[in-house]
């Protein structure tokens, strides 16, 4: 399988009148062609910092990539101009967000700004791109394309518009779309269509995708591949079947048992992980789940656990996996 993607020892920190907040420490991953991976985790745990990295869109300053490597298709996006950047973004890697209204220009119809970004990064005339705009409000599941194609954000539903989003996004035939949380603020019943469609265009276009969410929940059926972050680094990642069905790590745990499930015949009640995230002003020399893990050794506090291979794909950075550490069940039942 082709890398699209590797990101190797990313650090990002930001500088503040309080100090440095060190909000990415270390992060490596990559993505093969038509793979799709989810990012998981807390907000304020370094998803979203990652994510803007890789498409240069962090404010420098007060952001500044302090270490590490952006390969894109053999290529450092943090090395190349600002130019080379702005042709990348948008035609080989797009992005959407959670509110496809901070995004959307509400002045301009919906048809104009998927043909905009079509005539900015291909040369194609203003007739060609209307109707490539109509095939991609059609490919994206928008009914009536010939005639919504000429109405403005206000007159699209909630999910409509992030269906646009992703029309736009998907227009210049992207290797590479990153989805920051795109289905937070929308109802479970479209929220659950607009996964289906990502999915779905995944395979058909085989674009890879990086999904970043706080709700492991969402991943299930769209991604092949999944790592957790937290405090800024990676703590567990695999295959999807290796962190729903074989997960190490215990904040892994505390994520899977406060994802609602449909499946169990009683009603579990969801338990949400207890404590905070540490600053990241100063964060601590151990285990960085340490304060919070109801399974912590006098090691964790003292020492940064190091990665652990539990199988070919499957990788977790806890001191429980250590040969001498003491022996604990993941409480979360498995086949979730
Ligand atoms: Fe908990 Fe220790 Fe594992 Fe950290 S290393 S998650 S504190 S058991
Ligand atoms: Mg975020």
């Known amino acids: 399988k082709k890398k699209v993607l590797e990101v190797k020892n990313l650090k990002v920190s930001f500088d503040t009148y309080a100090g440095e907040v060190q909000a ?23 998803k979203s910092v990652t994510a803007q990295s890789i498409m240069r869109l962090i404010p420098m300053p007060p952001g500044r990539i302090k270490e590490g490597e952006i390969l894109f298709k053999g290529r450092d996006l943090t090395k190349i101009s600002n130019k080379q950047m702005e042709s990348i973004r948008g035609s080989e890697i797009a992005m959407i967000f959670q509110d496809p209204m901070t995004s959307l220009n509400p002045t301009m119809m919906i048809g104009n700004q998927i043909a905009e970004g079509l005539r900015k990064h291909q040369d194609l005339s203003k007739k060609e791109s209307l109707k490539r705009a109509i095939e991609m409000l059609r490919l994206v599941g928008i009914p009536n394309p010939e005639k919504r194609v000429y109405q403005y954000p206000h ?24 989805a920051d949380e795109p289905t937070t603020a929308l109802d479970v019943t479209i929220q659950a269509q607009i996964l289906e469609l990502m999915q779905d265009l995944q395979k058909r276009l085989n674009t890879s995708i990086i999904l970043i969410t706080h709700d492991l929940g969402v991943v299930a059926n769209v991604v092949q591949r999944v790592m957790v972050m937290y405090a800024g680094m990676v703590i567990e990642s695999g295959l999807l079947e290796d962190i729903f069905y074989d997960a190490k790590h215990p904040y892994t745990w505390g994520l899977m048992r406060s994802v609602p499930r449909l499946d169990l015949e009683k009603k579990e009640e969801l338990k949400p992980i207890e404590g905070s995230p540490p600053d990241l002003f100063a964060p601590p020399i151990g285990c960085p789940f340490a304060s919070r893990c109801e399974y912590a050794m006098k090691v964790c506090k003292n020492y940064m656990p190091e990665y652990t291979k539990v199988n070919e794909s499957h990788v977790v950075a806890c001191w429980l996996e250590h040969p001498l550490a003491p022996k604990v069940e993941s409480p979360v039942k498995k086949g979730g």
């Open 24 to 46: 990415v420490r270390g992060v490596s991953f990559y993505v093969n062609k038509g793979e799709a991976i989810a990012i998981v985790g807390e907000s304020g745990c370094g």
């Open 155 to 178: 007159e699209f539903s909630g999910g409509m518009r992030q269906r646009a989003m992703i029309g736009i996004a998907l227009a210049c035939n992207p290797t590479l779309l990153i």
